[in-house]
């Protein structure tokens, strides 16, 4: 079992409940993502990018945070995470479709660009990076007010060659902001393969900036939660930020618009497929006895009208009215 030893969810922490709880969202984010994928092909939405391959980290991860009271900077692949934290399939939904409804934005953000003030959950956004500075922002407002809930971002590795990463690195650094930087490793970055994009760790980068780093196997959900509970205790005790390397795989292709088959196998796609950590985490759910391939069936059929509903809701709900175009673009008042 490449999970560990039987029930160390229990030693970590977390109940019985729990694990099966991370299962189900991981699951539900699968079954969000296929429908999505077949709505952009039906012309129903626009357009989407799938996070599939990197569920059973972000679910770790999510676990370990504390919901509305920490404050969320995912990027555009982090259904899961969201999901985790408070989001449900039916907000997604409104947002892929960009209807008057979508929580975050009544439907004026490009598909996809979700986020929920009441979870705490910033836009998404697709510039890459612009979230990193901004999380130190948020974090050094914590720190300000003595407010102790941590900041968590995340971003892919390719993104952590723009200079905002290294800009707001170095500032929660500099200033032992309570922030978790989470670089979600899927080794591509579109096209670009992880070796022509950096020579050395990722992690290792959090040395540069005096705080620590550490690579974590993705695949591998009760160990993305023990990594990230501890980077959280470490920020709650105000000795800084911690830079997580999270090494996964993009089993789709990187999003509706793209051709993967141009610079990558179908051997090397099924490969890592069969490593997703879903599958194993569902063979270690199996063989503690707390989960079953009855269970799972039904599971499926269950989360698989869920999807119906809310795709259902948002394909009749209204678009945001032409007239509404300019709201939220520019103040109102006399200028004061
Ligand atoms: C500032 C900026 N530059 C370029 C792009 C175009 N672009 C969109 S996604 C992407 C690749 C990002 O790769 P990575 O950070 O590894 O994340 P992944 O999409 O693989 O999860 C690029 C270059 C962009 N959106 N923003």
């Known amino acids: ?38 709505l952009q092909r039906a012309g129903k939405i626009p357009f989407h990018v799938s996070g599939m391959g990197q569920y059973a980290g972000q ?7 504390q919901s509305q009271k920490d404050y969320f900077l995912p990027y555009y692949r982090d259904y899961a995470f969201v999901l985790s934290v408070g989001m449900t399939v039916k907000d997604l939904m409104l947002a892929i479709f960009c209807k008057a409804e979508d929580v975050n934005s009544g439907g004026r953000q490009m598909a996809g660009h979700f986020g929920d003030r009441k979870n705490h959950i910033v836009t998404a956004s697709s510039p890459v990076t612009t979230q990193v500075p ?41 200033h032992k902001l309570p922030v978790i930087f989470v670089c ?32 974590v196997d993705g695949t591998d959900v009760l160990e993305m939660y023990r990594v990230t509970k501890e980077a959280r205790e470490r920020a709650l005790r105000g000795e800084g930020p911690t830079l997580i390397e ?59 009208q869920e999807v119906n509903e809310a795709t259902k809701y948002a394909d009749l709900a209204p678009y945001p009215k032409p007239e509404d175009t300019l709201l939220h673009v520019y103040a109102e008042g006399d200028g004061k």
Request: net charge negative.
């Open 1 to 38: 079992m490449s999970i560990g030893q039987l029930y160390k969810h229990r030693s970590l922490g977390l109940s019985d409940d729990d694990a099966v709880r991370m299962y189900t969202v991981m699951s539900l984010a699968t079954r969000f993502d296929e429908r999505a994928f077949m």
């Open 59 to 65: 679910v770790g991860m999510a676990f370990a945070m």
């Open 134 to 174: 901004h999380a130190a922002g948020i974090a050094l407002a914590a720190k300000m007010k003595r407010q102790d809930f941590v900041t968590f971002v995340s971003f892919g590795e390719g993104s952590s060659n723009q200079g905002d990463f290294h800009e707001g690195c170095n500032f929660a650094g500099v």
């Open 184 to 215: 979600e490793n899927n080794q591509y970055a579109i096209s670009v393969p992880i070796h022509k994009q950096v020579a050395g760790k990722i992690a290792d980068r959090a040395i540069g900036y005096g705080f620590p780093g550490v690579q």
């Open 246 to 304: 999270m090494m996964c795989y993009r089993i789709m292709p990187h999003s509706t618009s793209d051709d993967d088959m141009l610079y990558r196998t179908k051997e090397e796609v099924e490969e890592n497929r069969k490593k997703d950590g879903i599958l194993k985490f569902k063979e270690y759910l199996i063989a503690c006895e707390l989960w079953s391939e009855e269970q799972d069936l039904e599971l499926q059929d269950r989360q698989k």
